[in-house]
């Protein structure tokens, strides 16, 4: 279920008394299935044996959480806290799992936080985008939630998915002074506090430095947090028995700042707002452009920021990477597309059908509103004419090859060769088409007219990376990275569905007999469909991927 880097990431939690390190996310996966498989089983049943097995794989579930939970909150400084963070967060996902159907609003109480939000905070504390925004889902305040409490709650969930301006934008609810109530008041103070943190969190990701208060700056997000922290908790004079200290605790607020204080510092640091600018790009046309991007994806993920420290965005610097489906291939894409475009350089976009043509030109539209950005080129245009190039243009390899032999000299200041799918390359052996050739006779091409472009072969099945890396280099003379990562953003079960031989020849011979009986029908009858049932086998791996035999 979980790829080897989350796997390890899983494995580096703090050891604990009686737990299997190593044996950790296999638990984890066996727990999912374990819970999966019980509410099949319980469906329309009452199964007590069935519902006991399932709620004592959920209080294992929940003492990981709760230790893990701890550790995450109160260690800020420690190592393994996005292990811990990881680990927690699963543990609260899975019981969520078992429990759905079960009515538990979200809610930032005197004494507790609700396990969802407290799952969406510990993702984002793992680093974890994807899986935050998925557990913030499940953040629905409840009716009778007052304005603070919903609008701190909304703040949160928005802030997992990544959508900062409603943060940002939103009014601040104002606190009754009137009630009679001095501790709802007083907690909801402490919400008050904690929602104008996340507010200036949201803030501090769309800015590219932080300016201090006193200088006209926002005041941190920590600062509020550690403010709840500090008036969450506090000694009860005169109490206490010996050396003892009694405390007055709000323990909800108390956790949830705990949680936020130890957040800040890590998420600032995967703002898309803050990326240097690269050798030779305009810093004003660069913060636009990210900012424009912020507004849709504000975080990077790791495997993002690794490869900007690697130099990806510098030029003379070209790129092979093969990234999982969803793995974050689009934003690396376009980020070294603004580079090129900031240089005054125009981009070829080479992606293999004309459907992925249309859809790679919609969405490059939107990040660069500022330029032309043209899919394909005319189809009538005449052997005459001469080839206008938009500053990205998007097209098959095929429509290249026919444009080059129209107007080479139109492809000469291109700063940038992006070709998406590139594994078409190697054509499969069965595969007889010209598409490989075509690929490859339009990259040496463009190469050979603009040798000082650099180069971006993206796919998700590609096995050789470091190869094509290597051929990159050769051909343009300069370094090329091999960004080649196993990890997905993410969880994946692998599964097929298997039928016995014999039943599906029964129902093939039911239904050439069908054809037979019924020679003016076009499709069978009723109920002769209704008759074509088969008893299916599952066969579900709990890895991540097959695994193969080379």
Not at 401 to 428: K, N, Q, T, W, Y
């Amino acid at each position: 279920m979980f790829d080897p880097t989350t796997a390890a990431l899983i494995r580096a939690a703090p050891p604990l008394e009686g737990l299997d390190l190593d044996n950790l996310p296999k638990r984890l996966t066996d727990a999912f299935a374990d819970i999966v498989s019980a509410r099949i089983r319980l469906q329309g049943a009452t199964a007590e044996a069935d519902d006991e097995a399932l709620m004592a794989t959920v209080a294992e579930l929940r003492r990981l959480a709760a230790a893990h939970e701890t550790y995450a909150a109160l260690l800020p400084d420690r190592e393994n806290r996005a292990s811990a963070a990881f680990v927690a967060a699963s543990a609260h996902q899975a019981i969520s799992l078992a429990l759905r159907g079960i009515d538990a609003p979200s809610r930032v109480d005197i004494a507790a936080v609700s396990p969802d939000v407290c799952a969406t905070l510990l993702f984002l504390l793992a680093e974890a985008h994807a899986d935050a925004a998925e557990a913030a889902k499940r953040i629905v305040p409840a009716p009778e939630a007052g304005p603070i409490e919903r609008a701190l709650l909304l703040a949160i969930r928005n802030l997992a998915q990544g959508r900062l301006g409603p943060v940002v934008g939103a009014d601040e609810p104002a606190i009754e002074v009137d009630g009679d109530d001095l501790g709802f008041r007083a907690l909801d103070a402490l919400r008050l506090l904690l929602l104008r943190g996340i507010t200036n969190l949201a803030r501090q990701m769309g800015l590219r430095v932080d300016v201090a208060p006193e200088a006209g700056g926002i005041v941190p997000a920590s600062v509020l947090f550690a403010q709840v922290r500090a008036l969450a908790s506090e000694p009860i004079d005169g109490e206490g028995v010996a050396d003892e200290t009694l405390l007055s605790l709000y323990p909800g607020p108390l956790h949830l700042a705990n949680l936020l204080l130890g957040l800040e510092g890590d998420l600032l640091g995967t703002a898309l707002s803050r990326i240097p600018t690269p050798g030779g790009v305009d810093e004003n046309g660069w913060w636009q452009t990210l900012r424009r991007m912020a507004a849709q994806r504000p975080y990077l993920w790791r495997n993002h920021r690794e490869a900007i420290e690697k130099g990806y965005l510098e030029q003379g610097v070209s790129s092979a990477i093969s990234f999982p489906t969803g793995g974050g291939k689009s934003t690396l894409a376009e980020l070294k597309i603004a580079t090129a475009l900031l240089r005054g350089e125009r981009v070829i976009f080479l992606a293999p059908t004309h459907a992925l043509v249309g859809q790679t030109q919609r969405s490059l539209k939107g990040t660069f509103q500022d330029y032309s950005v043209l899919a394909d080129v005319d189809e009538d245009a005449g052997i005459s004419d001469l080839v206008m190039l938009g500053e990205v243009t998007v097209m098959t390899p095929e429509r290249c090859l026919m444009l080059l032999s129209m107007d080479r000299d139109a492809f000469a200041d291109l700063g940038l060769i992006v070709f998406d799918e590139c594994h078409l390359l190697h054509p499969r052996e069965d595969d007889r088409s010209r598409r490989g050739l075509d690929a490859m006779l339009a990259i040496l091409n463009l190469t050979g007219i603009a040798p000082g472009a650099d180069l971006l072969l993206l796919s998700a099945m590609m096995k050789n990376t470091q190869e094509i890396a290597d051929w990159i280099a050769y051909v343009t003379g300069r370094p090329c990275l091999t960004l080649d990562l196993s990890w997905k953003p993410t969880r994946q079960v692998r599964g097929c569905v298997v039928y016995p031989a014999e039943q599906i020849n029964a129902l093939r011979d039911l239904l050439a007999q069908a054809r037979i009986d019924y020679p003016d029908h076009g499709d069978p009858p009723v109920s002769v469909k209704n008759a074509l049932l088969a008893q299916p086998f599952g066969l579900f791996s709990l890895l991540q991927t097959w695994s193969t035999t080379d």
